[in-house]
């Protein structure tokens, strides 16, 4: 038997029975799919192409989806993608946005600007450019993916195929530096690789929102070291000897000499013995490797500054010693005469366990 | 009532009505203030509140165990109507605000779809149900919220200095203090409100004025962090663009080796448990004020009536423009409840004492 007083409260739960279940405006996970690289290219008729990598699950393996819209937005293109499968698309799970380098090079703010408007595209998805047809890039390395499911994101993980000489950069980086007086990105250059999924290119220079220019994977490394984004060994090849940087430490300083930026970089290189030609010292063998890196990334630096574009952030070490009114004109007015005063050292740590050939 | 011994809880209290709005709206109300340097708005915050908060608790400690109700009923029909009555729709209006910047990040985050209603009478009923339980009981559910919560943010927090870069810290200085001349400076003020609950905390149980500023030592140090997290992840610029700052900076931290994907969930319920505890204070705050002013409006009908209010005026704003044009608007009543209402309680403290030390 019910007390009376008890009355209400039971009729508020039975209500509550409604809202619980959450069953609203939800579609089922077995209603959705999942679209993990979504490229952005020019259409013919419309401004924009979308197309979508979509891993869809059959009874025992995966099947990849490749479609493609064309419209004058990006959601309108996305929409009208969605119209068309049978299922919801739901982007949170993208993993890359594939920018076709003519759309790089005429930039990307707006581009970026949607995928952060909707909080639907986590900003962890990583960016990149592809020189190839989208739609066929999309369906060759849509075939490694059904051999092995995460074959394309070990590419980008550094926990997994990773390799220092790819450039990462985040959906959030791209907004932060586009709207940031003095920093950078550079954004990896990939095509589908004839015996493995992707094959990366080289960087592409972005200066604020556009594709200025492309460095080789050697350069781009410089700029991962330069960030410190060394996680992992890296062999480098000298004159005479083959070499793994299993450390690195880069210190920038800024200061201002005669109204002229001067940047102080100082790398320190800790490198084990690979291989070896002629019977060097390991004295010659580090100053081959110090002298290498140093012109490369002198090199580097020209060609970037030539271009406007900063991804090493050297603008940052000048926040400090610009007044805040001038900052804005960083790229244009003293990033271009920036004097690089680079120091690089090299430790040797061993030679492996033969001391000479 | 029964009283509590522990102090515990009401200093986790003022904890946690902070930390709903530092996590929640501090940093996007600090950035508009200025294009840079953005520690100097924040700092003259923090000055504000410890200037007002030593004004409130200096009336507070004279006269123990009394809130705003009891010491403003006894000034007469109309000066207690003039104080009390901008400080109810004050706290009318921060509870409207953050339930409906609340549903406006439910809504760009999860849900777009869901019609505004349905987001506001959740709330709405979830505040109001708090209110009913009483002071007491809101006190004793932040304690859990407390312990279950605030680890979470803090981690949370901490994961996103991985991606921080410290040299947009700089421009350190900004000489030209601009963000003074600014209207959007005093209508960000509502970012300091929350120290206005601790005059109503007194019935509630003992308050030390030493462990109230120990208490508040953190929160301004938290303060300073979660306005510059998202300065020092996005830069200055790109962080100026953002409405919800500290959720895009969440968004933007990868652990791969975390079980979940998004710690942005984690962040948005724990966010909604402070923002409920704050929110469910005001509307019983709301209750006990009139109440005591007019002790025959019963607490509950009150605290009801103005649950009505905050659902229908929430669904009478459009959009998120509106509620930011909401906070120009009401900077004058702002105002008034920071400065003028710490210093009559200090003032009524005075007269109270002095009239008790001679009688």
Redesign the interface.
């Known amino acids: 038997m019910i007390r009376p007083r008890r009355l209400p409260a039971l009729i508020a739960l039975v209500c509550a029975l409604t809202v619980l279940p959450g069953c609203w405006d939800i579609k089922d996970i077995n209603h959705r799919v999942l679209p993990i690289i979504m490229g952005i290219s020019y259409g013919k008729e419309d401004k924009y192409k979308v197309s979508l990598q979509v891993p869809v699950p059959t009874a025992r393996n995966i099947r990849i989806l490749v479609v493609s819209a064309e419209a004058a937005t990006l959601s309108k293109a996305i929409s009208h993608l969605d119209m068309n499968i049978e299922s919801n698309l739901d982007l949170t799970h993208m993993q890359l946005i594939l920018f076709d380098r003519r759309v790089a090079e005429d930039g990307i703010q707006d581009e970026i600007a949607f995928a952060m408007r909707t909080q639907e595209i986590p900003m962890k998805a990583l960016l990149a450019v592809t020189n190839e047809d989208m739609e066929s890039f999309l369906r060759k390395t849509g075939n490694s993916v059904v051999q092995n499911g995460s074959s394309f994101m070990n590419f980008f993980n550094k926990n997994a195929g990773w390799d220092p000489q790819i450039t990462l950069s985040a959906l959030w980086q791209a907004f932060e530096t586009i709207h940031s007086e003095t920093k950078d990105i550079a954004l990896p250059v990939i095509r589908a690789g004839t015996s493995t999924m992707l094959e990366f290119e080289g960087s592409a220079l972005m200066s604020k929102d556009r594709m200025v220019g492309q460095i080789p994977p050697e350069q781009s490394l410089l700029v991962n070291i330069a960030n410190n984004q060394i996680e992992d060994a890296v062999l480098e090849i000298t004159k005479s000897s083959s070499l793994l940087i299993v450390r690195n430490s880069t210190r920038h300083r800024g200061s201002i000499v005669d109204g002229r930026p001067v940047l102080h970089t100082r790398m320190q290189l800790s490198a084990i013995v690979k291989e070896k030609h002629d019977d060097k010292s390991e004295n010659e063998i580090a100053s081959e490797l110090t002298e290498q890196i140093r012109t490369r990334y002198e090199h580097l630096y020209e060609k970037m500054q030539k271009a406007k574009s900063d991804p090493t952030g050297a603008g940052q070490h000048f926040r400090g010693l610009l007044p805040y009114e001038e900052l804005a004109a960083w790229r244009e007015r003293y990033y271009p005469r920036l004097v690089l005063k680079c120091d690089v050292s090299t430790v040797i740590v061993n030679q492996g366990n033969i001391t000479s050939n | 009532m029964q009283r509590n011994p522990s102090r515990l809880p009401i200093y986790l209290f003022i904890v946690g009505t902070h930390t709903g709005l530092i996590f929640f709206l501090y940093a996007h109300a600090t950035l508009r203030t200025t ?2 340097a953005h520690w100097q708005p924040a700092v003259v915050y923090i000055c504000i509140e410890a200037l007002c908060l030593f004004l409130l608790l200096a009336g507070l400690a004279r006269v123990p165990g009394k809130d705003f109700a009891d010491l403003f009923i006894p000034l007469g029909k109309v000066a207690s109507l003039l104080l009390l009555t901008p400080l109810v729709a004050y706290f009318l209006l921060v509870s409207l605000m953050v339930m409906r910047s609340f549903a406006e990040l439910v809504r ?2 999860f ?1 777009a ?2 019609p505004m209603w ?1 987001l506001l009478a ?1 709330l709405v009923l979830l505040f109001m149900f708090g209110a009913f339980m009483g002071g007491d009981s809101i006190l004793r559910a932040n304690v859990v919220f407390s312990a279950l919560f605030l680890p979470v943010l803090l981690f949370a927090l901490s994961s996103c200095f991985k ?1 921080a ?1 410290f ?2 810290l ?3 200085w ?1 000489s030209s203090f601009d963000f003074l001349r600014k209207e959007e400076f005093y209508s960000s003020m509502f970012v300091v409100s929350p120290f206005l609950v601790i005059g109503m905390l007194p019935s509630l149980g003992p308050l030390r004025p030493r462990g109230v500023f120990l208490t508040m030592l953190p929160i301004w140090a938290l303060c300073l962090i979660a306005l510059h997290i998202p300065i020092l ?3 200055t ?2 962080a100026r ?1 953002l409405v919800f700052p500290f959720l ?1 900076t969440m ?4 652990l ?1 080796w975390l079980v979940f ?2 710690v942005t969930l984690f962040y948005a319920v724990s966010i909604m448990a402070f923002v409920s505890v704050h929110a469910s204070f005001l509307l019983w705050s709301i209750g006990r004020i009139v109440h005591k002013r007019f002790p025959k409006c019963p607490e509950k009908p009150v605290i009801a009536a103005a649950a009505v209010a905050l659902f229908v005026w929430g669904l009478m704003i459009p959009g998120w423009d509106w509620l930011q044009n909401m906070l120009f608007w009401e900077t004058w009543l702002r105002i008034l409840a920071v400065f003028v209402i710490p210093a009559a309680v200090l003032w009524r403290g005075l007269i109270l004492s002095r009239r008790r030390a001679a009688p």
């Open positions: 294009a840079y760009i985050m849900v779809n869901t349905a959740l991606n870069d040299h947009y700089y421009p350190l900004n992840v996005f830069g610029p790109a663009l895009a968004d933007s931290v990868s791969l994907d998004r």
